[in-house]
């Protein structure tokens, strides 16, 4: 008998640039009874079928993105006599699709750090297994470290570390605050330190924090706190904070050539201490949601927190004048939007000095606000693509699949696939990639961030040539050979003989499965 946790994708390179964290973590929460699981990221080559035996235990996190394509795993796993165990986001949003069309034989719902050991150990001791299992939201000192060990070095430029989960936003088009909740759960820094002191030993010095919002606590929520005279808020705010600053202190001491980046609100602008710390501890990037440009656009998502025009312009600049290079990410397809807006978004992505930009087509995914009143709107009158509601998308094979799902009061569908594409690819043209460049220290660094401009525009701007399958093989051909051109540079020399800081006895460690039934140790 093995295990086996599958990281479904439809799309695959040969090469990754983040790892996918919720498998190596899973593999650190899978019973030492059951052996080392046997991992497959499909976003690198795809699973094979032969590998499946019968009495296996198959483990497959499904986003709405993936369901499609990890549901055929999963028959196919079940098919060849295994156990089939769902989990992640889409299947605790859809429990019950994911066992009718996945043929699921259980469901983790929520955290899944220690309820797969749970699932895993019923089925190895007794055969049984319940059909639900709650992981719900376990908190910081729960979290477990990543079973690094288990992860094909040359396969990824970026490691991957979490410090914190849910969000206390509530933007209209995301999930994370319903899944998560909007009360942070923060890992110790200790923890996060020890895990990547871990990666750095074993050669990666590019991580990403891949944090559901690395900003936690803005000036604005600590001011409010105060006015309202809810002392019990401050405290709790404060420890947050300190605890953030606790953390970027000690990844300010590891070694100089380490490279961090992670994702955060556009209300850290406002707060160049917040940024001074994230510059001194190598986090130089990150993932920045402004959304839209236009105040009629932020008011649509429930985002206004953010500016706009040339008050957002210079917010952006500040990330770049504290050491902090952005992300931008955008999104086209609002009621509010009109055929100037990409025109003016690229313009102002251009202008603000934005490092790398990510321009989305409007999408309600299950669990937010959009999806349940788009839903509701539906329900009267359902549009059906072949027998598929058309709220069921995800469904629907992806050569007939439209490219946009609401109706927009202006624009068809085409016209702002047309246009979001022309965006990307004036953003990524060669002469504002090149300028953008100057940003590393040295050619090399110069060549490798071209290419990577490159391999990103490759593997995330499909809006284009989602239903062209000739292009789309031909994108996918070249995104491979630019992904093993780029990850040559970003290899590092391994420091097995990095140290961990001895920690002092407030330090909780966090717990790990042992191979009896459901028992939790120190690590």
Known sequence: MSVHLVNPSDNSFGTAVITPRWLFVLAAATPRSAGDPILVDESIEQIAPETIQPGDIVGISVHTGNALRGYAVGRMARARGAWVIYGGIHATLFPEEALERGEGHAIVKGDGDVAWGRVVNDILLTGKHEQIYEGGRIEGNQFLAARWDLMPKDKYMWASVQTIRGCPKHCSFCSVWRTDGQKPRQRQFQSVIDEIITLRRLGFRFIALADDNFYPVTLTDLRLAREQGNDTKVAELTAIREER??????????????????????????????????????????????????????????????????????????????????????????????PETFDATVEMALKAGVTFAQFVMMTPFPGTVDFGRWEKEQAAHPTLVGDVPITRYWMIPTEVRPKMFTPHPTMSSGEISERTQRVWDKFYDWGPVWKRSSCTPNLKSRVAFVLLSKLYRQMYAGTGISTDSARKQKSKKAARWTASQVRKFFSATPMPELASPTWDISYQPPMVLDTSPFVLLPK
């Open 245 to 338: 600053f606790s953390l970027m202190a000690e990844l300010a001491k590891l070694p100089k050539d380490m490279v961090f980046f992670t994702q955060i609100t556009m209300e850290a602008g406002e707060d160049g201490e917040y940024l001074d710390a994230m510059r001194k501890a190598n986090i130089k990037g990150a993932l920045v949601g402004v959304e839209a440009v236009t105040p009629e656009g932020l008011k649509a998502v429930f985002k206004d927190f953010n500016y706009s025009g040339e008050a957002l312009a210079r917010q952006l600049q500040t990330f770049k004048k504290h050491g902090v290079h952005v992300l931008g990410s955008f999104i086209f397809g609002l009621p509010t939007d009109k």
